[in-house]
Each structure stands twice: as structure tokens, then as C-alpha cells.
């Protein structure tokens, strides 16, 4: 009897409980989720030109990209010219404070340009920057 008796405290000492532990890690991953900030891209990379006078853009939350054969990309989507203000007014009203930062390709026409510019003022947005590299 004395035996069996050991043999079953043996076993109950042998068990851990891993709940709180489960829980900490949890509460972790949670707290690295909602604190990480995540980098958006415009969808292709593109080839800035340089200028002397590039500032870094903290806050800018819509990107535009302009490829050098004129395509125009959205958040990883390649969008049509007439479907750019629609796009930009859409995530404008997600992120009211966020500015429109157009990335183009060294390569790309000054007519796209603009008429990314003029959508991104239709739909509401006057902080419009051009994307370059610094010298």
C-alpha cells in the first residue's frame, strides 16, 4: 500500500500546469501585433531620381507608384488611370490624416504625373509629395 501511495504523488508531482504560461504568450504575441508597425508598399520598385533637397515622408499612408512604362500601382494592385481618384478617395477615408506619396520611376512620363496628381487633389487631398532618393 505504502508503495501505490508513492507511485500516485509521484505522478501528481510530474504534471506541470502550462496554462499560465500559454496565457503570458499570448498576452505577448497580442502586445507585438497591436505595437508593430507594418510598412506599406505601392506594389513595384521603383527607380527614383535623386534630389539634393529629399526629405524623409513619416506619415505617408497612401502610396502611389508610377512604372516607367506608365502603370500606375495601388497597394499591389495595378490600377487605370481613370480608377485613381476612386482608389485614393477610398483609403483617404480610412486614414483622413494620411498623405498621398507618388513614387515615380525616373523613366516615367510627365503626363502620367500629373494626372495622378490632379486625381489625388480631386478626391480631397492637398499634401501631395513626389518620391525621391537622396543625394
Do not use: Y
Not at 1 to 21: G, H, L, R, Y
Not at 46 to 71: C, F, M, Q, W
Not at 76 to 90: G, L, P
Amino acid at each position: 500500500m505504502k508503495q501505490s501511495f508513492m507511485n500516485m504523488v509521484e505522478e501528481e508531482e510530474a504534471n506541470i500546469d502550462m496554462t499560465p504560461m500559454l496565457d503570458v504568450v499570448f498576452i505577448m504575441l497580442i502586445f507585438f501585433i497591436v505595437t508593430a508597425s507594418f510598412v506599406k508598399e505601392a506594389g513595384i520598385d521603383v527607380n527614383r531620381p535623386d534630389a539634393a533637397t529629399a526629405v524623409a515622408k513619416p506619415r505617408a499612408n497612401i502610396l502611389v507608384a508610377i512604372s516607367d512604362k506608365g502603370e500606375i500601382w495601388i497597394n499591389k494592385r495595378q490600377v487605370d488611370v481613370r480608377a485613381v481618384q476612386a482608389n485614393i478617395e477610398r483609403l483617404h477615408a480610412e486614414n483622413p490624416q494620411g498623405t498621398v506619396v507618388i513614387q515615380a520611376d525616373r523613366k516615367s512620363t510627365t503626363e502620367v504625373l500629373i494626372k495622378v496628381m490632379d486625381a489625388a487633389r480631386a478626391a480631397g487631398i492637398e499634401d501631395v509629395s513626389i518620391a525621391a532618393q537622396e543625394q
